[in-house]
């Protein structure tokens, strides 16, 4: 993933990070460019061997680079057991020792590729927010979790996201408004044991404190045989979501009963 520093009181305004699994070192690496990705710097490995766990485990880190206004980079990543989340001060020059975010036991969902990827963000005032599935201490099903954290090293106890019952609940994609604090949303997966498939839609004024009604994105539900295989029925394992103009757009796969051929289009919605 990348992501560049927009702030404009950060002393590194218009660098942006790059990070991701080297499978020669079996570690996250990190660049930075300081010129519009013309250039980059040399490699820069966190400290105690940050995302081995996961490169060499079951599923992989995905970490998710935020940016908070005074300049810190925030990297939270799947560590196996746990998320996790590591800090630069000075740039992407250097990296802070990990820290967990939250620890983690996820129930691998029959039939879908849904790995437990978590999704991050950060507020205009530089709350950085982490959401991911987890099955929780007793594990019967998966639901979404939310930590956030003013400064990377210290975060929240994940809380569920209230998205009903019934379901398991997976892939999401989070977003935080740059244009004001606290306001979030969350698009995401439900599964079903009956092997169907549907998009929601949530979102929060608060910090994740109070969330609004779950809303479902789409018209028809979806099977199972209907989705592009990849290791399991596979809507995409990036869904994401972004605030556009006071709206929030979340953006997904959607499939519909397949004819000749598959039929799996990505679809945006925009929501006030």
């Not at 013309?38 to 060499?56: E, F, K, M, Y």
């Not at 079951?58 to 990543?77: E, F, N, T």
Request: some cysteine; glycine content about 12%.
């Amino acid at each position: 993933w990348i992501a560049c520093d927009n702030g404009a009181a950060s002393p590194y305004r218009g660098s942006c990070y790059a990070t991701y699994s080297d499978f020669r070192t079996f570690q996250l690496e990190f660049q930075a460019s300081r010129d519009g990705g013309l250039t980059w710097s040399g490699q820069v490995a966190a400290p105690d061997n940050a995302g081995r766990p996961s490169i060499v485990g079951r599923w992989a880190p995905a970490p998710q680079p935020v940016v908070q206004p005074d300049g810190d980079l925030i990297v939270p990543y799947y560590d196996e057991d746990r998320v996790a989340s590591v800090r630069s001060a000075d740039g992407g020059r250097s990296f802070s020792r990990p820290v967990t975010v939250g620890p983690t036991q996820f129930k691998p969902t029959p039939g879908l590729r849904a790995p437990p990827l978590p999704s991050a963000e950060v507020d205009r005032d530089g709350t950085v927010y982490v959401a991911w599935p987890d099955c929780g201490s007793v594990c019967r099903r998966n639901d979404i979790v939310l930590s956030s954290s003013a400064d990377g090293v210290t975060w929240s106890a994940p809380t569920r996201i209230p998205l009903g019952g019934g379901a398991e609940f997976v892939i999401p994609g989070l977003a935080a408004d740059t244009t004001r604090p606290g306001r979030l949303a969350l698009a995401y997966y439900a599964y079903a044991s009956s092997g169907t498939l549907n998009a929601g839609f949530v979102s929060s004024a608060d910090g994740g404190r109070r969330w609004s009604a779950p809303r479902r994105l789409n018209a028809e539900t979806m099977r199972l045989g209907w989705i592009a295989e990849a290791g399991g029925a596979m809507v995409g394992d990036y869904i994401s979501t972004s605030f556009a103009g006071g709206r929030a757009v979340p953006v997904f796969a959607l499939a519909s009963r397949p004819g000749a051929r598959l039929n799996q289009p990505l679809f945006a919605a925009s929501i006030p």
